[in-house]
């Protein structure tokens, strides 16, 4: 494979490029199959066809999954875990609606442990 970051070929699957220090994956120049220039938001290389990888890691929140459970259960009523997360919006919803009676609360504590909550940018909440 080669580093999707600075193009250098790489044997096996290296967690990081020898050549540049990153994870492999996570760089966006080149195709992680032939080497090729590729455009950061190309879904595939031109040159050979392959899928370009993605570092999956850059796709996920970086706000933790339990604060988000523990406050979505302890203070969930007053919508503090959405403030967290930045979504001030539907945070003073939650706030006027007192968790919609409890039912929102209960479904967004489930869906923080499940990992299914999203932050502001639309990134799921997965790391714990
Ligand atoms: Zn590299
Ligand atoms: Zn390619």
Redesign the pocket.
Same mark, same amino acid.
């Given at each position: 494979m080669y580093?999707?970051?600075? =193009?250098?070929e +790489?044997t096996g699957e290296p967690e990081i490029? +020898?050549?540049?220090?990153?994870k492999?994956l996570r =760089?966006s120049d080149f195709c992680q199959s032939c080497g090729a220039n590729t455009s950061t938001l190309a879904e595939v290389c031109v040159k050979c066809g392959a899928r370009l990888s993605r570092d999956e890691a850059a796709d996920v929140s970086p706000k933790s999954r339990l604060a988000v459970s523990l406050l979505a259960w302890f203070l969930g009523f007053w919508g503090i875990h959405r403030f967290y997360l930045g979504k001030i919006g539907t945070g003073i919803l939650m706030i006027l609606t007192l968790g919609g009676l409890g039912i929102w609360q209960l479904i967004d504590f489930i869906m923080a442990v499940a990992g299914a909550m999203k932050d502001k940018n639309g990134k799921p909440i997965k790391k714990w």
């Open positions: 580093c999707r970051n600075c =193009g250098k +790489l490029c +020898l050549g540049c220090g990153a492999p =760089g």
